[in-house]
């Protein structure tokens, strides 16, 4: 199990050379998006107005405080639950180019197929470890779709981003599948006597 | 001040405190954890726990929040019985409380209305906080403990009336399948509440003050409870899911079993689940207005 040091943006080969379980901290930039942003993108069809190839996503709502310059302060920037966002990552990657979704609880089986096919990575981080979280991101740089606060498209600068665990690979595995099969195993086995 | 000034103080202040300091007995808990995942050999949950451990010191350090989600407020508050005190206001004051801390922290507000999703941003609103009142007898005291409920850990709430018949087993097996259904959600290690009998309610209540007011380490004073509480940690850690659900010995910190005698035939089992962060903060308010913060 490696360690990677990943600059942004991510080219294929960078993403393709991650394994199960390898470690990767993230140096650059991030993109905040959550269920909101999402649906616009996709239902509503209206396209960034940033430029993701390459990219990574963080699957948040940032706690921001709004200073006089129209600026945003973090205050707590934690991660939530990726899997009602699941049916997002293909299109993220097919048609914006994403390379990592960063997130806790992992993706299900159509993403795990679009990261081999597309050549991305779920990046599982620890959630409810906002502290550590809000501290490695620099600075909000910038945030598109205001009136969707706080699930609007936010611009992260970040520093050694991590540790986060690679969690599906781009070659078909998924660690939380891997352990929730093995644990279903397990229980077939308990007598519970 | 008076006492209900002391009251909602408090309430205000518990709120903060909750979300920036972690229990020592949850901080003692994880550090066995980590240990436990190094002797084994488990990179990943080791890897997990540190970084958990790490966020905790980082929340020390910045004086700040550790988890993004400062939840729905729940209270649980003893009133001494030797105190004559209005439990309308009391209730009343520690609402006002939490809007305060949501609104001079400023903290993140999560309250919506359950059908039009209108949010209230002040994280209180009909029927919340939540708030568990009992009765102390003899002291003229009230005790306060508040426990900010996060949304990943909370959706993990589960109820079954079982037949009587399923006993024992089906009460193991049906705690087991929960911590499997809800996987990585409500961020392993979890502290897994689990409430017997009574009705329903009671049965759900039971739970939550199984898994939000227990401190790690304690059992319960019924043997039987207690063996269960060690039968289902071990099981429960045996799955093998881990920290995070990517795998290790340490799904769960603790099993607290909460029980009230229930009906013949009945047998139901409720299970409430709260995240690794174990959040909780105490205040005891004396008489004449004097607040006393701590464990104990
Ligand atoms: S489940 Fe708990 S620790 Fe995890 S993000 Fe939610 S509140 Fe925080």
Sequence with gaps: ?193 | MSIYDSIEEAAKELYIRALKDIPADVRAALDRGLRAEQQSGNTTAEQVLFTIIENIKVADEQDTLVCQDTGLPVFRVRIGTALNVDGAEIESRLRIGCERATREYPLRSNTVHPLTRKPTHTNTGQGIPAVKLGFARGTDEIEIVMAPKGSGSENMSFLKMLNPADGRKGIKRFVVECVFESGARPCPPVILGVGLGGTSDVAMQLAKEASCFREIGSSNPDPDAAQLEAELLDLVNRTGLGPQGLGGATTALAVHVEWAHTHISHNPVAVNIQCWRGERARAVISADGGIRYGAS
């Excluded at chain 1, 996503?57 to 310059?69: I, N, Y």
């Excluded at chain 1, 910038?142 to 690679?166: A, S, T």
């Design chain 1, 1 to 193: 199990m490696a360690h990677h040091k990943l600059e942004t943006p991510l080219t294929e080969d960078a993403v393709r050379a991650l394994r199960l379980e390898d470690t990767v901290s993230i140096t650059g930039i991030i993109f905040g998006i959550r269920d909101a942003t999402q649906i616009r993108i996709f239902d509503q069809g209206i396209a960034p107005p940033c430029d993701l190839s390459g990219g990574v996503c963080l699957h948040t709502a940032p706690g921001v405080r709004k200073l006089a310059d129209g600026r945003y302060e973090k205050l707590s920037i934690g991660t939530t639950t990726s899997t009602r966002m699941d049916r997002f990552t293909e299109p993220l990657m097919e048609q914006y180019g994403v390379r990592a979704i960063v997130g806790k609880g992992g993706l299900l089986a159509g993403s795990v197929r679009a990261m081999q096919r597309l050549g991305g990575v779920y990046l599982a981080i620890t959630g409810g470890a906002a502290a550590l979280e809000t501290l490695q991101i620099e600075e909000i740089t910038d945030v598109w779709w205001e009136d969707l606060m706080p699930e609007c498209l936010w611009r992260f600068r970040v520093r050694d981003f991590g540790p986060l665990i690679v969690a599906i690979d781009a070659h078909g595995n998924s660690l939380f599948d891997r352990v929730k099969a093995e644990a279903a195993a397990r229980i077939r086995e308990f007598s519970f006597d």
